[in-house]
């Protein structure tokens, strides 16, 4: 079946604009995450969705950086006022009901300028 | 706090030879312990959970194993087509997030 998607798959944008990249989990996943992965870096927690609970915000790195999940699917991570540091590939992952094992996405490489 | 110490960084083997991949973790309540696959520009593949210690899993020339402080991927006879970069995760319980080491490098010469 279809996997995790993430769009745009490159965005390159200017310092101090806003982006807003897309995920779409597998069909039937209730929960969502973000990631982001810098240049010689681990992977890094941003956010969790679970369900119809209050997102886990723990990881923001900044009030830059906000998330939403729109009908339990198709989640947007939007980052304000980007700033050189926030390049990264940004990972996507989702979990079946009742595992913990994430699927994830094939990321998008954001270069801010 | 939660940390995920992964070695070598790189490893470089012969076709054939065989070797293993050590993840060592502090955590204060393991709920699971994941292998996934990274090739590069592309997303982590799933390969492995382990729950509790003495837990061993396979998969084709890779065996995961568990202990109370580490994990070890070992890989039998790899092939050049095992090369990629291989990340160690820790799920705290109570938590829904991974946190992961930085991974091995691991390549293959033919």
């Known amino acids: 079946g279809a996997g995790v998607s993430q769009s745009p798959s490159n965005k390159v944008t200017e310092k101090g604009k806003d982006v807003e990249l897309r995920c779409d989990p597998i069909?039937?996943?209730?929960?969502l995450y973000w990631y982001r992965q810098s240049l010689g870096q681990g992977l890094e927690f941003l956010i969790y969705?679970?369900?119809?609970?209050?997102?886990?915000k723990s990881g923001l790195p900044s009030d830059r950086f906000s998330a939403e999940r729109t009908g339990g699917s198709v989640s947007t991570l939007t980052i304000q006022r980007t700033q050189q540091e926030d390049s990264a590939v940004y990972l996507c992952a989702s979990s079946p009901p009742g595992t913990d094992t994430q699927y994830f996405g094939p990321g998008t490489r954001l270069t801010v300028l | 706090e939660d940390q995920v110490t992964q070695s070598p960084e790189a490893l470089r083997l012969q076709e054939g030879e065989s070797s293993s991949l050590n993840c060592s973790y502090t955590v204060s309540g393991l709920r699971g312990l994941f292998w996934y696959r990274q090739d590069p520009g592309k997303g982590p593949e799933f390969l492995f959970t382990?729950?509790?210690a003495g837990e061993e899993k396979e998969k084709e020339r890779l065996k995961a194993t568990l202990t109370k402080k580490e994990s070890f991927l070992h890989i039998t006879a790899p092939k050049p087509e095992d090369s990629a970069t291989y990340l160690c995760?820790?799920?705290?319980?109570?938590?829904?997030?991974?946190?992961f080491g930085k991974g091995t490098k691991l390549s293959v010469k033919p």
């Open positions: 069909s039937g996943h209730t929960a």
């Open positions: 969705f679970q369900g119809n609970s209050a997102p886990d």
């Open positions: 382990l729950y509790s």
């Open positions: 995760a820790v799920q705290d319980s109570g938590q829904g997030n991974l946190i």
